[in-house]
């Protein structure tokens, strides 16, 4: 098993990526640190705290980071995942007071210094590994892999014409993170998560199962499907953060080529991740840049890791779509 500690902004796709992390047995989820992206903090934490509770793993603990990005104000994702950042279908929760702590950063530092072994997979703004790369330079440099869900290369931003929306809220923590890596930083982009649909003909599956967690993912991304389908006429919604997760456990999904990536911090092109693919300025391999994906060896993956029971469905409902 794999030690990984998810950084992330629940919202719904990272809401997913948590399901099939805590439902592979190759990983071992020792924290959540929660980034203030497509929800404020607090919220993000409400919401892990949502998916902890339905996977029966309350165990693994929830630290929060600040509500505001480096530099910027914060400009959340609320429209694309409701306000509650869960599509706006889910019963109000109690959670007991010790279940969400704050302290994010702290225990970055804490349990990157204290563990070689411990990996990270980054899924919303990069805050709070930026936060603690300013506390301690070199802490990154002790994590065994950070996989990270956000850029885009050769296809079009999802916040503006360049721009996706994880480095778009926080361009500084980019920079910062990406220039104190001593291993490349491996990146799920837009052009690889956009080939992730969870289409009609999925969710119904979703909604044929007579299980907890497919119900959940049925209900949460009703809200996103309706997003999809007014702001780009896709039918279905493209879950971008649990790729990375799928990716972290088999590389072999996708494939790319090492590179430089800067994100630009001012102006029209604000968030743009810079991918200098022609080494124009000659600058260490930062990032392993992920640009083809098996998007169908993603759903076998998927399935088979949160619904194993369903094995002989879903190589029918696989085989037959
Ligand atoms: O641009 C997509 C990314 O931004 C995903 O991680 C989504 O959850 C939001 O954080
Ligand atoms: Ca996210």
Redesign the pocket.
């Known amino acids: 098993m794999k030690k990984v500690i998810i950084d992330c902004?629940p919202?719904i796709?990272?809401s997913l990526a948590l399901i099939l992390a805590l439902k592979s047995p190759e990983l071992d989820v020792i924290g959540l640190t929660i980034c203030a992206?497509?929800v404020p903090v607090e919220l993000g934490g409400v919401n892990a705290y949502r998916v902890l509770n339905l996977l029966n793993r309350k165990d693994i603990p929830i630290y929060l980071g600040d509500n505001k990005p480096m530099k910027r104000e914060l400009v959340t994702?609320q429209d694309t995942h409701g306000e509650d950042g869960l599509g706006e279908v889910l019963p109000e929760i109690d959670i007991p007071e010790s279940a969400i702590q704050l302290g994010a950063v702290d225990y970055l530092i804490k349990t990157l210094k204290s563990n070689e072994d411990v990996s990270i997979i980054a899924?919303?703004p990069m805050t709070n590994l930026a936060k603690a790369v300013e506390r301690e330079k070199d802490i990154l440099k002790s994590a065994e892999r950070i996989v990270s869900?956000g850029g885009a290369f050769r296809t079009n931003g999802?916040c503006s014409q360049v721009a996706?929306?994880?480095y778009w809220v926080d361009p500084e923590s980019v920079n910062i993170v990406f220039q104190n890596v001593v291993k490349p930083i491996e990146l799920i982009p837009?052009d690889v998560t956009r080939k992730i649909v969870l289409t009609p003909n999925y969710r119904e599956y979703l909604k044929q199962m007579k299980n907890d967690i497919a119900q959940f993912i049925y209900l949460v991304t009703g809200f996103y499907v309706d997003f999809h389908w007014m702001q780009e006429r896709t039918l279905g919604c493209v879950i971008?953060?649990p790729l990375a997760v799928a990716y972290f456990i088999n590389p072999d999904l996708c494939n790319g080529f090492l590179t430089n990536l800067e994100c630009v911090e001012n102006g029209v092109a604000i968030g743009q991740s810079l991918i200098d693919i022609g080494d124009f300025y000659k600058r260490d391999k930062n990032v392993f840049i992920n640009t083809i994906v098996d998007e169908k060896e993603f759903f076998n993956l998927f399935f088979n890791r949160v619904f194993p029971e369903n094995l002989k469905d879903n190589e029918t409902v696989l085989k037959e779509y």
Do not use: H, I, Q, Y
Request: zero cysteines.
């Open positions: 902004d919202g796709d990272d992206g497509n994702a899924l919303g869900m999802n996706e929306f994880n837009l971008n953060d």
